[in-house]
DNA sequence: ATTTGTGGTTACCTACTAGTAACCAGAACA
DNA sequence: TGTTCTGGTTACTAGTAGGTAACCACAAAT
């Protein structure tokens, strides 16, 4: 998921992009903001993800020092995520984009299968 | 390249994730900044991206509005990509994410490899 | 007559991403 | 006794991203 041979270049901005740039970490990041949230929540509330692709997500997050991984020793487990320093200096920016898309983007023509059931929401992401 | 399910959600966040989410665009807007630049320019400072994938990243970066195409109609033919205002617009989320980068990244070890031959940059994004 | 330059497009193939389903521990509860 | 709960991991598989190489038009230069 990484790109080493971004992540290896010499140019800050394009190793930030060899870390970051997929489309799961921004989410995940958008997601916990400041609270401390527990796997399955996490699961539950991240679009589309699957527990693999979560894992794995979660992992090179932690690894490249963007959130803290808290392992509570009981039975059944239970583990919280939450964001480092370094996690929460990147939140200002995703709020930026959230701006940046309201303002610039262009509306979309809704597809006629959004309507043929009512408003179902099932598979979008919660607004926060 | 673009998530539907993502670009579907009635989440804005979640929407631009889907439409810039992944590390071409980003990188490609990065060296366009506010010059206007020709196919191959762009095939040549846009590290590690082949012709293929290069065009098709234009294109949705285009459909999107992010950016405009002036092809001349000339031979041998001349295209001329630059940001619109949408993706003028987004130049600096990038500035913030460079400086979040410089502030915050963890030192890596540089590779043996890296000094073999001495200071070579072939392989690396031109720092902008 | 042939080569060069430009901005693609296309077919083909490989490598990786991501989904699915099964499985695990071990305590609590029915 | 069996089920549930949690946070994973693993093996297998489908789908797709992306690389490579060949090809195109046609003018100008060699």
């Known amino acids: ?27 995940i990041i958008n997601v916990l903001g400041n609270r401390s949230i527990r796997f399955g929540q996490l699961h539950a509330i991240v679009p589309h993800i699957s527990r693999k692709v979560l894992t794995e997500q979660l992992k090179e997050l932690e690894e490249d020092g963007l959130l803290e991984r808290l392992a509570y020793k009981e039975l059944p487990p239970r583990v919280e995520y939450k964001l480092s320093e370094k996690g929460l200096a990147f939140l200002p920016i995703l709020e930026y984009i959230k701006e940046w898309n309201l303002k610039y983007e262009v509306a979309l023509i809704p597809k006629e299968t959004d309507y043929q059931y009512g408003s179902k929401t099932k598979d979008d992401a919660p607004v926060f």
Chains 1, 2 share one sequence.
Request: overall charge positive; aromatic content about 12%.
């Open 1 to 27: 998921m990484r790109d080493d041979r971004f992540c290896n270049s010499n140019c800050p901005f394009t190793r930030a992009i060899g870390t970051i740039g997929n489309k799961w970490k921004p989410m």
